[in-house]
């Protein structure tokens, strides 16, 4: 017999908002646009923030560290030291940067040996990098073998691109080569795996870190020091950590006499040249931070509209609540039958929001469930309270008031 | 009207809810549309930061004065047409023609690491006193003396001497001379003193001296006017055994050398009136006492600052109304800050003149130092600093920016040397730089070499046009259908990649405010259809009493009208709070630990007040458009018969009894 008057009430509750559809449609429009607001807000922050790393990405920014002055970019004689902030990561700043271009001065008064066990003397210089040149560089080109990428020049191992002339003269056979320092006492050959070739004079070129470690013992100094960001978001962490090493371009006049972290003094100064970026981005971050701070406010003002929508339509059937009371349908049942009414057409407008929602962003479409859960709970909570105000009442009073 | 204010507070709960619900959806709405307008200050300003140039490499139109150069690639006649076209398309919000001065000043001090010619020309020029310690022949030039300078008496070095490098003594100078005197002797004595004006060339690092060069004029090709090649007949060798070469250089008179000897000091010439040596200890005073002034309507018209080679890394920029209204700031290269140990705010006082041009040619290598490199060659343009002229007037400067370069500063066509302070335009009135310039070259004619002089009515890099972002395309067609086409360089400093992400950007913004306006229209709908149910009855009640129908309509309508103000006033008062508590969170978390205003703070600030601005006239608006659809529905309502009303009534309520 409930369970009758139930699915009755609930047929009554379906041909009510029939009956009342211009209402009934406002009511479902408020809903789904109140749902859709909710989440494209949410959604906006996402946006927002990839069109803003979309345009942090646009930028390229390059470090290049010159001398106290800022005149010369090359022929820096650094102490090799230097390096250590890229071989031992400091302050993590591998994280941060990318094509790291460190090359040592020229180097000469080598010996080199293939597995033939002749000793000959390199007619030309050694030089330590961590990248492959281009060909402008050194007005010859470089080529790596297919076994290898550019990233060989950055690793410990010892690897090295020799005259293509050198390997044809050794028929191609060896792909190893020995190479001693004669300025060291010690007289040791060091062993570097033949990488690539060029197409230039007798100079070899070796990846920095075995050069400088192992060859030299860090007795040739840095001829010139740049890098890129990875992404130029970025500035702000990599001029920390330049600042612990180099004199920070802002400073006039500056001429540091003290040690840095790496126990030398503050000779270099770093150049992190950032065009228009400042202006181009802090707007659109200061705008993201806006919508940030603002999100929450908007987010309760929709949900406090919810609740109040669904009050006031609800508020205005006393008369229709008073008729039901007196024919006999009990508290609960007046109470189900508008609740009813509610959740269906609150249910009916969050699915279209959400729906339209998921229309317009697709994929990249993130759903913030909790906040929708929240604005569903508030304006049902706003019909509840309107109902059990109304339904609570003695039929009597409702009907004097009416009168 | 009595009557609807009394219904009004007869159903207490009724309008509060009412007016909750119009001051909500106003206040939601109001901050929306106040994010907007940010939003879109936001990207304009974003936009604007961007700066679309063309330039010509007015290179191209002139004949180089290195003597192996090729012939330009557009007839130089066409330059001036050229940047006239550019000035005249409609693409071009406006042209920079910069002009060059220089400005003196004795507590500045010219920047020069050494003396090379292009890079530093003439800082480097210096008085020397002191005495003839060794003479000889060498290889390069045609002797060279090394002096032993008398540090009591008159001396004027450039920076770089003075500075003082440990590993080269500053006492003495190896000079370089080209010219013997007439009877082919050499012009100088050793033991004795002179006054020498030298051209501090740079270090000789195996001397551990700092070298220098006569310097006859300033123009290389000038001192073949003071003086000749001469062979020496197989007499004059064995009479001259001294001289170990077939071939020597002599001046036409000895007056001309720009040395000369001392019988007590420096000073005491300069006090006995000698016109020649006052006027050279002067001029080269001066001279390195001088910076290069710019004068600019827009420092990012200029290539090195568009392409970011040159960057402000203290300070700020010249602002566009600096440059309208030609204020008294400037923006100095770091050497010039750090030789002077100047900062941001100081000012500077400078005596300004006009300089007379020297063109020079530079070789840029291409490769790398260490190795073999080949070079190309660019003609500079190097100013001759202080010889006499008049100032023009004196200017003081306020300092409010510093830049500096990704590599060394430098001369040429697209580089700024490092001496150079930049000045709005307007700041020093005037017609500067109309002399033409005369760059002197050496060509074979009829087999023979000799000086040719070509004359340029501009500097190189002096001249750019700034295009509206995103109409390059357009100019340069422009451009191609006056014959000009392919002339032009253009540099947008990314503009066009970064264009549509800011564009998507704005999209959002402006769909949040698409989706407010909606959920807006949408609780204005769900209101007016509670609301006017109720006054529907009201309308009929009062029609069937005998009201009049323009009765009826103003007392349904007061209720509504003090409703919606009421509401709008609430939402207003709440909508600028919450809106200006998060604009002052956002600004303040934005520039935390700026300690100086920069343009974009205040832009930003203009921008908060704007924004702030529409809130409130969208709460007024919303009120207005609110009353006026209540004002339409009412107008309907109370024009239909009372049958009606009523039958709508009735029906409605037999539905619901059914």
């Known amino acids: ?403 | 009207m009595k009557y609807s204010i009394k219904k009004l507070y007869r159903a207490p709960i009724k309008t509060a809810i009412f007016i909750l619900l119009i001051a909500l959806s106003a206040s939601a709405l109001s901050i929306s549309m106040g994010m907007w307008k940010y939003s879109y200050d936001s990207i304009k300003y974003s936009k604007d930061a961007f700066t679309t140039i063309g330039i010509v490499r007015e290179l191209e139109f002139m004949e180089q004065i290195y003597t192996s150069s090729g012939e330009p690639k557009y007839d130089y006649e066409l330059l001036g047409k050229v940047k006239q076209a550019a000035e005249d398309s409609q693409y071009t919000k406006h042209t920079d023609r910069r002009k060059y001065l220089m400005g003196y000043s004795p507590d500045i001090t010219s920047f020069a690491s050494d003396g090379t010619r292009e890079r530093f020309y003439p800082y480097p020029y210096g008085i020397i006193t002191g005495v003839c310690e060794s003479i000889g022949f060498t290889r390069g030039s045609n002797y060279a003396a090394i002096f032993k300078i008398d540090k009591e008496d008159l001396n004027i070095l450039p920076y770089f001497v003075e500075r003082k490098d440990p590993n080269i003594s500053n006492e003495y100078i190896y000079v370089r001379g080209l010219h013997l005197t007439n009877d082919l002797r050499f012009p100088f004595e050793v033991g004795e003193k002179y006054i020498v004006h030298v051209y501090f060339s740079g270090r000789d690092n195996d001397l551990k001296m700092y070298s220098g060069r006569l310097d006859y004029s300033g123009r290389y090709s000038e001192i073949v006017k003071y003086g000749e090649f001469y062979n020496l007949s197989e007499e004059e060798k064995k009479e001259r055994p001294e001289i170990d070469r077939d071939r020597v250089s002599r001046a036409y008179e000895d007056t001309v050398h720009p040395f000369q000897k001392l019988t007590s000091s420096a000073q005491a010439l300069l006090d006995s009136g000698d016109k020649r040596w006052n006027e050279l200890v002067n001029n080269c005073r001066i001279t390195k006492h001088s910076t290069e002034i710019l004068l600019t309507d827009d420092m990012y018209s200029m290539y090195s600052f568009n392409t970011g080679d040159l960057y402000i890394v203290n300070g700020r920029a010249i602002s566009k109304d600096e440059y309208e209204q030609g204020a008294k700031v400037c923006v100095i290269s770091w050497n010039v800050a750090v030789t002077n140990d100047l900062r941001v705010g100081d000012k500077i006082k400078l005596s300004v003149y006009e300089s007379d041009f020297s063109v020079f040619n530079r070789h840029i290598p291409i490769g790398d130092r260490g190795s073999s490199a080949d070079y190309i060659t660019e003609d500079i343009f190097a100013p001759l600093g202080y010889r006499g002229q008049d100032f023009i007037t004196e200017a003081e400067y306020e300092i409010i920016g510093e830049y500096r370069g990704k590599g060394a500063l430098d001369r040429g066509e697209f580089l700024i040397s490092h001496n150079m302070i930049i000045v709005p335009s307007k700041s020093l009135e005037g017609d500067f730089n109309t002399k033409p310039i005369i760059a002197e070259t050496v060509r074979s004619v009829d087999g023979k070499s000799q000086f040719v002089k070509k004359e340029r009515t501009s500097i190189p890099g002096s001249f750019s046009v700034v295009i509206e972002n995103g109409k390059t395309e357009e100019f340069e067609k422009e451009m191609e259908a006056l014959g000009y086409g392919g002339m032009f360089y253009y540099f947008d400093q990314n503009y066009s990649e970064i264009a549509g992400k800011l564009d998507g950007y704005m999209k959002t913004a402006s769909f949040i405010l698409f989706i407010s306006v909606l959920a807006w229209v949408c609780i204005v709908a769900v209101f007016l259809s509670i609301y006017m149910i109720d006054s529907r009855k009201n309308l009929a009640t009062m029609l069937s009493l005998g009201a009049g129908r323009v009765r009826a309509f103003f007392s349904e309508m007061s209720g509504i009208v003090l409703i919606v103000i009421i509401a709008s006033t609430i939402g207003l008062i709440a909508g600028m709070e919450l809106y200006g508590d998060v604009l002052d969170k956002t600004i303040a978390a934005g520039f935390e630990g700026m300690s100086a205003p920069t343009e974009l703070f205040k832009a930003m600030n203009i921008s908060k007040m704007q924004s702030t601005k529409a809130v409130w006239l969208s709460a007024i608006i919303q009120a207005v458009v609110l009353i006026l659809i209540a004002a339409i529905i009412e107008c309907t309502q109370s024009g239909q018969d009372v049958f009606r009303l009523m039958k709508g009534l009735k029906k409605s309520k037999n539905a619901k009894k059914n």
């Open chain 1, 1 to 403: 017999m409930r369970k009758r008057t139930e699915l009755y009430l609930m047929r009554y509750g379906i041909t009510n908002i029939l009956r009342s559809l211009p209402k009934s449609i406002a009511l479902v429009c408020a809903a789904m646009v109140l749902t859709l607001s909710i989440c494209i807000i949410s959604q906006s922050i996402v946006t927002q923030t990839q069109s803003l790393e979309d345009v942090y990405s646009e930028y390229i920014i390059e470090t290049v560290i010159t001398d106290q002055f800022c005149i010369e970019e090359t022929n820096l004689a650094m102490n090799s030291k230097y390096y250590n902030i890229i071989s031992q990561n400091l302050h993590g700043i591998r994280d941060y940067i990318t094509d790291i271009k460190i090359r040592s001065s020229f180097s000469s008064n080598y010996t080199y040996m293939f597995d033939d066990k002749v000793e000959r003397e390199l007619g030309g210089s050694v030089v330590g990098l961590t990248y492959l040149p281009d060909e402008e560089e050194f007005k010859h080109e470089f080529n790596l073998m297919p076994l290898y990428d550019e990233s060989i020049l950055l690793d410990s191992r010892p690897s090295c691109i020799v005259p293509k002339r050198m390997m044809e003269d050794m028929g191609w056979e060896y792909y190893t080569v020995r190479l001693r320092y004669d300025k060291q006492e010690e007289n040791e050959f060091v062993e570097f795996n033949i990488v690539g070739t060029h197409e230039g004079p007798d100079n070899i070129y070796c990846s920095y870190e075995s050069f400088n470690d192992e060859l030299t013992k860090g007795t040739v100094s840095i001829y010139s020091f740049r890098f890129n960001l990875i992404n130029s978001k970025y500035t702000g962490e990599v001029a920390k950590i330049l600042k612990f090493y180099f004199i920070e371009p802002s400073i006039v006049g500056a001429i540091r006499r003290e040690l840095n972290e790496l126990k030398i003094l503050f000779r270099y100064t770093f150049v992190m040249p950032k065009g228009n970026l400042d202006d181009v981005v802090k707007p659109i971050e200061s705008d993201i931070r806006k919508l940030k701070i603002a999100e929450p406010f908007l987010f309760v003002l929709s949900v406090a509209t919810g609740l109040v929508v669904s009050f006031m339509s609800t508020k205005n059937r006393k008369a229709e609540f008073a008729v039901m009371r007196s024919l006999g349908t009990g508290k609960a049942m007046v109470f189900f039958e508008a609740f009813f009414e509610q959740l269906l057409l609150c249910l009916t407008g969050m699915l279209l929001g959400i729906a339209v929602f998921f229309a317009i962003y697709r994929q990249n479409a993130v759903l913030v469930v909790w906040k929708i859960a929240v604005f569903f709970v508030c304006y049902m909570s706003g019909t509840a309270i309107s109902v059990l105000n109304v339904a609570l009442v003695n039929v009597m009073k409702i009907m004097k008031a009416n009168e």
